[in-house]
């Protein structure tokens, strides 16, 4: 069991279910509270220690047994509380709690106002994506290919919902995520930083290995039920396919997302 150290905040363990810091987690974790996340876990409590993302807090529980973690925690917050281990599960989003969750401050990267050059010279926009562990792992595809900027629009999965960050695996906490973005204005600050903005379409005559990925572009790509609107599609500079066999209409979005970053990936490389 880990003790807390006697002179930090909160020394004392929390045994009562309506405490103020467990009825705020809950409500984070719940969607309820949209200025901090919910993050839980020691994998994804290592990787918000890999970021700069501000942790305002820590629960753990008293059966928690990572001495060493937690101490790397107290060096990003003075606020660790102990809870008893079967109050923890009350606030726990996963059925196998491993003990320890982050409160942190969410991000915010709206309009991302200055476009980083990175090896790739790419941002992605993700239009109308409802499913969250798609969402997530989009993200983690994104950061794994060197996509520097990941834009989401309204109408889409929460990025920082507890499913979305399990399924991006820490990326989320990295990449520079513009969220609640509307399709006719990240266009205009697509072009306005010279960004060819280039979508997916089942229609399109042009593969996704045809045309040059080391030129900037912005790759958009539509709801998994519905993809982009007509009207949506006339406002996009080029379309492109992955070519299927065997009558094969479409592919899972995440899979569609790997299979052309990492084309242009390959491309840059080279």
Not at 64 to 85: K, M
Not at 87 to 98: H, M, R, S, V, W
Not at 120 to 143: C, D, Y
Not at 231 to 258: C, F, R, T
Request: hydrophobic content about 40%.
């Amino acid at each position: 069991m880990i003790k807390l150290n006697p002179t930090m905040e909160n020394t004392g363990k929390i045994t009562s279910r309506d405490n103020t810091r467990l009825v705020n987690a809950r409500k984070i974790r719940d969607g309820k509270d949209r200025t901090q996340i919910f993050i839980e876990g020691r994998r994804l409590a290592r990787e918000a220690l890999r970021s700069e993302i501000e942790i305002a807090e820590c629960l753990v529980s008293d059966e928690f047994d990572d001495a060493e973690l937690l101490n790397a925690i107290r060096e990003r917050t003075e606020s660790v509380s102990l809870v008893a281990g079967r109050l923890f599960k009350t606030i726990a989003d996963t059925n196998e709690p491993q003990g320890i969750l982050l409160i942190a401050k969410r991000p915010d990267y709206s309009h991302l106002e200055k476009f980083k050059t990175a090896r790739l010279p790419l941002a992605l926009f993700l239009n109308e994506i409802n499913n969250p562990s798609n969402l997530g792992a989009i993200l983690r595809t994104a950061e794994a290919a060197g996509v520097v900027s990941v834009i989401v629009s309204t109408n889409s999965a929460d990025v920082f919902s507890p499913k979305s960050i399990r399924a991006a695996m820490g990326s989320s906490f990295r990449l520079k995520v513009w969220e609640n973005a509307e399709l006719e204005e990240v266009l205009g600050w697509a072009r306005e930083r010279r960004l060819t903005p280039t979508a997916a379409d089942v229609s399109a005559h042009k593969t996704y290995a045809e045309i040059n990925w080391k030129k900037p572009r912005l790759l958009i790509f539509g709801s998994e039920a519905h993809g982009l609107s007509v009207e949506q599609l006339a406002a996009v500079d080029e379309k492109i396919l992955i070519p299927m066999e065997n009558g094969v209409e479409s592919l899972n979005l995440g899979v569609s997302a790997g299979i052309i970053l990492f084309e242009a990936k390959r491309q840059t490389d080279t």
